[in-house]
């Protein structure tokens, strides 16, 4: 059986009830599409979360490894392009770090593409029936520091690694006024079922779909 890591993020700031994590947890154990899918629900914190993700991906040994945590106000679930190693916190960790302009990795390469099959898993929600796009910036918070990161330590030899964005869920998005757009935590946690099947069973090169943006 293959393995795969799965990841979400405790809480942070406002976001109490993180649906990345929780997601993360439901995962735990299951076999996804021949995938043995093992989770980590990652501390918000920029030292932490380096020896927790080292860890997971040293004992594992994982071929897919799918990241995953919450940006408020994106419209539906978005995998990630690129990570760059760039830390510019916009607000602190939860150890009240705020890293301005430092790296990721020190003396790393400027940035790494996702070896997803992005597009071909966009399209595998659509498919399902289901929104969801390409997103060109992962930021430059714990999203993109934990997709820099595995990048930068998966060595499994094909890997497939990389990042998706989760959009909150309804309960989260009456907290705002206007309220901010939302997904229910069982669609959302299809969908990470379906980047890690996708993520299986696509062979190959990604579809040739577009998924560019202007900015
Ligand atoms: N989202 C943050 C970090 C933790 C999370 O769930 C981010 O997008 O960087």
Redesign the pocket.
């Known amino acids: 059986m293959t393995r795969a890591l799965v990841t979400?993020?405790g809480a942070?700031a406002t976001?109490t009830d993180?649906p990345?994590g929780l997601i993360a947890q439901r995962l735990d154990g299951q076999q996804i599409a021949g995938l043995d899918v093992a989770a980590r629900v990652l501390p918000?914190d920029t030292e932490l979360v380096h020896d927790v993700l080292a860890e997971a991906i040293e004992s594992l040994q994982p071929a897919v490894v799918v990241l995953t945590?919450?940006?408020p106000g994106r419209t539906a679930p978005a995998v990630e392009r690129v990570a760059v190693n760039v830390r510019d916190f916009p607000i602190p960790d939860t150890a009240q770090r705020v890293p301005i302009d430092e790296p990721v990795v020190d003396g790393g390469p400027a940035a790494y593409l996702s070896t997803l099959p992005v597009k071909a898993i966009v399209d595998g929600w659509r498919r399902a029936g289901l929104a969801g796009y390409v997103s060109n910036t992962?930021?430059t918070?714990?999203?993109?520091q934990v997709f820099y990161l595995a990048r930068h330590l998966c060595r499994v030899p094909g890997a497939r690694v990389g990042m998706v964005?989760l959009p909150v869920t309804p309960a989260r998005s009456t907290a705002s006024t206007p309220p901010l757009p939302s997904v229910p935590v069982e669609v959302l946690e299809h969908q990470v079922r379906l980047a890690l099947s996708v993520s299986a069973e696509h062979q190959g090169d990604d579809l040739r779909i577009g998924g560019g943006a202007i900015s």
């Open positions: 979400g993020f942070y976001e993180n990345s918000v945590g919450v940006a992962a930021g918070y714990l999203c993109n964005h």
